[in-house]
């Protein structure tokens, strides 16, 4: 029997569901394996579901003739998707790779549907947007590479004793080189 505590957890930071709506949330779930390397998502595909993380570890990027953009990354406790891309349902330019092997509970679409028809109160599931999701700190040039990096110490530290420096560098912005001085100013 699969648990859903994480889950039950996590919509309760958006909204005082009551059991019964909560029972209604993870009775649509589903359970899937994501092996590490593999792809959730491609370029060209549309984002059909919210994935909760129970285990593992995700990419969101976007790749180029030069290089790798990272969207986003993801662990355990967070929703990964492709947010443009569920919201309005068109095909997305990026990618989301599992970069460990991953274990992930399924909430699609149709079921999300289902559950708003049912009940207003699942209207504010779009909230795990506005918690899972940020805008993209490259996006905001007035803000110097030390300042972006404290930014991501006080959101996600989590994030950088887990992923790859190039990664986190890429998500930030600046190049691996630029993070490791700025990390120096850091120690």
Request: aromatic share 12%; net charge negative.
């Amino acid at each position: 029997m699969p648990s859903f505590d994480a889950v039950r957890q996590s919509l309760l930071t958006i909204h005082a569901f009551s059991d019964q709506e909560l029972k209604s949330v993870t009775d649509t779930l589903k359970e899937e394996k994501v092996a590490k390397g593999d792809l959730l998502l491609k370029p060209g595909d549309t984002c059909q579901a919210l994935s909760f993380v129970k285990s593992g570890s995700f990419r969101h990027f976007i790749a180029n003739d030069e290089e790798d953009l990272t969207v986003f990354l993801f662990m355990e406790n967070d929703w990964v998707a492709d947010y443009q891309s569920f919201v309005s349902q068109k095909p997305t330019e990026g990618s989301i790779q599992a970069l460990e092997d991953c274990e992930l509970q399924i909430l699609t679409i149709h079921a999300l549907h289902y559950l708003i028809d049912k009940h207003p109160a699942f209207f504010t599931l779009g909230k795990i947007f506005e918690h899972g999701f940020s805008p993209h700190p490259k996006s905001d040039h007035r803000k110097s590479p030390d300042d972006r990096y404290k930014e991501l110490m006080e959101k996600k530290p989590q994030w950088i004793n887990r992923f790859q420096q190039n990664y986190i560098a890429s998500f930030l912005g600046m190049t691996p080189e630029t993070l490791s001085r700025v990390r120096s100013r850091f120690r």
